[in-house]
């Protein structure tokens, strides 16, 4: 089963009131593993950062413009979540009405409802008591959230993935494991390019090591079944 676990930044609260998206960050889930896939982007707003959403993710109008616009990274955008993978949002109500309002200005059909998993609402059901925060809810499970000092949204949507496996049952070995191929990566840019799974450990075993070891294998004579797994 392939889940997005997805987080954005904003300009302010209301996307009705001219509000916009600056940043989107997702991450792959199959099976509940992370792939290693993830979509991040910023974007221009084309608009003031007012002073406490900057306060909130650091992201200045400066930087921001010299990024692409949402019209500018939608189709990859919505290539990476797919038309029917469940996207795992905190208060998913809030990024989803930045995501239509976005999808809407540049007439995209719009996401439905029925594929949002609001981790705000799991997490309200679990514990009887808050607060229900990222934040909170790191310290609760014991995750580490130390790099966390501004909100970003590729690093938020990380932590939230994490959240999330432990809100549904614990971060337990899955019996489904993530395909092995390559995980596809799409960066700040919208660029899609493919990203080999890291190489296995090289041996901490030395040549001379290796030889000593053949030498005593030796001593053991032809019977030896050692010999087979040099």
């Known amino acids: 089963m392939r889940e997005i676990v997805l987080d954005t930044e904003t300009t302010g609260l209301d996307p009705n009131k001219g509000d916009r998206l600056v940043e989107i960050g997702c991450i792959e889930l199959l099976n509940r593993i992370p792939t290693g896939a993830t979509f991040h982007a910023y974007l221009n707003p084309d608009r003031d950062m007012p002073a406490e959403a900057f306060a909130i993710h650091g992201l200045s109008i400066e930087f921001l413009k010299t990024h692409k616009r949402f019209a500018d990274v939608v189709d990859d955008f919505l290539a990476f979540i797919g038309d029917d993978a469940p996207l795992v949002i905190h208060n998913a ?73 432990e809100l549904i049952g614990g971060r337990q070995a899955q019996l489904g494991l993530a395909e092995s191929t390559g995980a596809r990566s799409i960066g700040v840019d919208g660029v899609a390019a493919v990203r080999a799974r890291p190489a296995p450990l090289t041996s901490p075993l030395t040549d001379a090591e290796r030889a000593a070891h053949a030498q005593f294998v030796a001593t053991l004579g032809d019977n030896a079944i050692w010999r087979n797994y040099l």
């Open 93 to 165: 109500s809030f990024d989803h009405g930045f995501l239509c309002a976005e999808l809407k200005r540049h007439n995209r059909a719009l996401i439905s409802r029925d594929r949002l998993i609001d981790t705000l609402a799991l997490a309200r059901r679990k514990h009887s008591a808050g607060p229900y925060n990222l934040d909170a809810l790191c310290g609760k499970y014991g995750i580490d959230n130390s790099r966390r000092t501004k909100h970003g949204a590729l690093l938020d949507a990380e932590i939230l993935a994490e959240v999330y496996l």
